[in-house]
């Protein structure tokens, strides 16, 4: 069919966005480099797979797939209450947490109102807010030679402030840097912005990170009504595949985040595997020891070959190395690895690698000394 440009019939928003590049599936590289047995450690998934609960949950679930799910969610939200002792008014559920990142964005900006987010913030927070027409303000991270490199800077977030800001982005952890920030910093932090100003806290890697130090933003809500927290069952609990994450807020704001969500934007097993998995204490504490594990192999084994490691509480590590990330991942994937280059972020020089199973982790370690030998 010949190809037509519709690109001036499209809202401006949308014609200059550069769309989201997910991690290459071990199926299109098998593909296209003739290669076989690979591994992909590319987009934070848990090497574990799903909870088991979920999948035996789900199973129960095939003889009805014949109906429409619940489009309100109605047992999860309940489940989802319990556990952050929250009213369900407060849920709004999603097709993965990107998706409530993309209703705030629909409710909450247009052309002339402003986001706030980090340098190296989740691709897309700047992604929607582009899509909508908003004005991005973007926050210088802190230095390289930080305690916590390429973090998020609470100061220069707040300066960026405005009378036109409407949404303030912050993730804890950070992805990709794995950077975190202190609870009650940022606590304080919430507490300091302007009624007018809604912030939100990006929870996806909160079940791999130490709530201690980063604390729990959802214990907040009561506090602070302009804030939302966004979680996601893509990440510890196992479920990418099935995509559905939930932000919890304000009544006030759910009810308008709920007003854009499409009624059927979440699968029957879906809602089914999320609310077994929430009940799946062991499988999460498994796979936060097999964690920790790996990112110390990960840690000490590219230290030990000259790389630096940016300081992550997530699922994963930005390393960096004194060439281009674009050159070595074409390098690895020749040998069959998937890792994540980084340079849609303005981090030409680093990796960003999924922690994976022991035999993962060597795998890919060895490889990169490969690399860098040759």
């Known amino acids: 069919m010949k190809h037509y440009d519709y690109s001036e019939l499209a809202v401006p928003g949308v014609r200059e966005l550069m769309p989201y590049t997910p991690g290459k599936p071990i199926s299109e590289l098998e593909r296209e480099y003739g290669v076989s047995d690979s591994i992909k450690l590319a987009s934070n998934e848990n090497p574990l797979g799903a909870s088991p609960k979920a999948l035996a949950a789900i199973a129960g679930e095939l003889d009805d797939l014949w109906l429409y799910p619940d489009a309100n969610g109605f047992e999860l939200k309940q489940a989802l209450a319990g556990r952050h002792d929250v009213d369900p008014a407060c849920?709004?559920?999603?097709?993965?947490?990107?998706?409530?990142?993309?209703?705030?964005?629909?409710?909450?900006?247009?052309?002339?109102?402003?986001?706030?987010?980090?340098?190296?913030?989740?691709?897309?927070?700047?992604?929607?807010?582009?899509?909508?027409?908003?004005?991005?303000?973007?926050?210088?991270?802190?230095?390289?030679?930080?305690?916590?490199?390429?973090?998020?800077?609470?100061?220069?977030?707040?300066?960026?402030?405005?009378?036109?800001?409407?949404?303030?982005?912050?993730?804890?952890?950070n992805n990709p840097t794995g950077t975190w920030l202190d609870g009650q910093r940022l606590k304080d932090f919430v507490g300091s912005l302007p009624p007018h100003v809604i912030c939100v806290v990006d929870e996806a890697y909160s079940e791999y990170a130490d709530g201690d130090r980063r604390g729990d933003a959802s214990t907040w809500l009561d506090e602070f009504p302009n804030l939302v927290v966004t979680r996601t069952f893509s990440k510890a609990y196992g479920l990418a595949g099935l995509r559905i994450g939930y932000a919890l807020s304000n009544p006030g704001i759910a009810d308008l985040l709920n007003r854009v969500r499409p009624a059927f934007n979440v699968n029957s097993l879906a809602l089914t595997a999320a609310r077994a998995a929430l009940d799946d204490h062991e499988f999460i504490t498994r796979s936060r020891t097999v964690n920790a594990e790996g990112l110390e192999v990960l840690r000490s084994g590219l230290e030990a070959m000259g790389v630096g490691v940016i300081p992550s509480a997530a699922n994963f590590v930005l390393a960096e190395f004194g060439v281009s990330g674009g050159v070595l991942n074409e390098k690895l994937l020749r040998q069959g690895v998937i890792v994540r280059p980084v340079g849609n972020y303005g981090l030409d020089n680093y990796l960003r690698i999924t922690v994976g199973t022991a035999a993962q982790n060597e795998r890919v370690l060895a490889a990169l000394r490969q690399v860098l030998e040759s």
């Open 91 to 173: 849920i709004t559920l999603g097709n993965g947490s990107n998706d409530v990142l993309v209703f705030l964005a629909q409710v909450f900006l247009q052309p002339g109102l402003e986001a706030v987010f980090s340098e190296y913030c989740f691709a897309v927070y700047p992604i929607a807010t582009q899509m909508v027409g908003a004005t991005a303000r973007v926050a210088p991270a802190l230095p390289r030679d930080h305690a916590m490199p390429l973090g998020h800077d609470l100061r220069a977030l707040y300066e960026m402030v405005s009378p036109e800001t409407r949404l303030v982005f912050v993730a804890n952890p």
